[in-house]
């Protein structure tokens, strides 16, 4: 059977309702992740491929210039998760706490890794809003190119 395109949802900070409820069905349904990709000022920079995950990235030797995030929803083998593909070329969890960019003391890093990325598990009463202001900030801390404020979502179910 093949497998039906993810929906996309094109947003701002403050119109992101419609990318909480997503998370919220996700979760209620303990399967698929949402893809979050900023729009940049500069369209010359490398994106990542449609359809892949920060999960997927682990596995691939070139991180994307413009970082990739992806939260994942729980299921009955795993917490939810959050993970940012980027291409700095170091850890990143220092920079995002000397940011301001802190995750609370309930998550747990799993990884964070200069090629591959950064993992985070995040506990299952967690607020959706929560999670994805801190994913929101963390990617514009680590984009290297101003991005514009709207951002595109990604739902695979």
Same mark, same amino acid.
């Given at each position: 059977?093949?497998?039906?395109?993810?929906?996309?949802?094109?947003?701002?900070?403050?119109?992101?309702?419609?990318?909480?409820?997503?998370?919220?069905?996700?979760?209620?349904?303990?399967?698929?992740?949402?893809?979050?990709?900023? =729009?940049? @000022?500069?369209?010359?920079?490398?994106?990542?491929?449609?359809?892949?995950?920060?999960?997927?990235?682990?596995?691939?030797?070139?991180?994307? =210039?413009?970082?990739?995030?992806?939260?994942?929803?729980?299921?009955?083998?795993?917490?939810?998760?959050?993970?940012?593909?980027? &291409?700095?070329? !170091?850890? /990143?969890?220092?920079?995002? /706490?000397?940011?301001?960019? @802190? &995750?609370?003391?309930?998550?747990?890093?799993?990884?964070?890794?200069?090629?591959?990325?950064?993992? @985070?598990?995040?506990?299952?009463?967690?607020?959706?809003?929560? /999670?994805?202001?801190?994913?929101?900030?963390?990617?514009?801390?680590?984009?290297?190119?101003?991005?514009?404020?709207?951002?595109?979502? !990604?739902?695979?179910?």
């Amino acid at each position: 059977m093949p497998r039906t395109p993810p929906e996309q949802i094109e947003f701002r900070y403050d119109e992101w309702e419609p990318v909480l409820e997503r998370m919220k069905e996700l979760s209620r349904n303990g399967s698929g992740w949402i893809n979050l990709f900023p =729009e940049t @000022v500069d369209d010359e920079i490398d994106r990542p491929p449609s359809g892949s995950s920060v999960f997927g990235a682990l596995f691939r030797n070139q991180a994307p =210039e413009v970082p990739l995030g992806t939260w994942t929803a729980r299921t009955d083998k795993a917490p939810a998760s959050v993970g940012i593909s980027h &291409a700095t070329r !170091e850890k /990143v969890a220092p920079r995002l /706490v000397q940011a301001g960019i @802190v &995750a609370p003391p309930t998550w747990r890093l799993v990884q964070d890794n200069a090629r591959r990325g950064i993992v @985070v598990r995040v506990p299952d009463d967690e607020q959706p809003d929560e /999670v994805l202001a801190w994913l929101m900030a963390a990617i514009d801390e680590l984009c290297p190119v101003q991005i514009t404020g709207q951002w595109l979502a !990604e739902i695979h179910r």
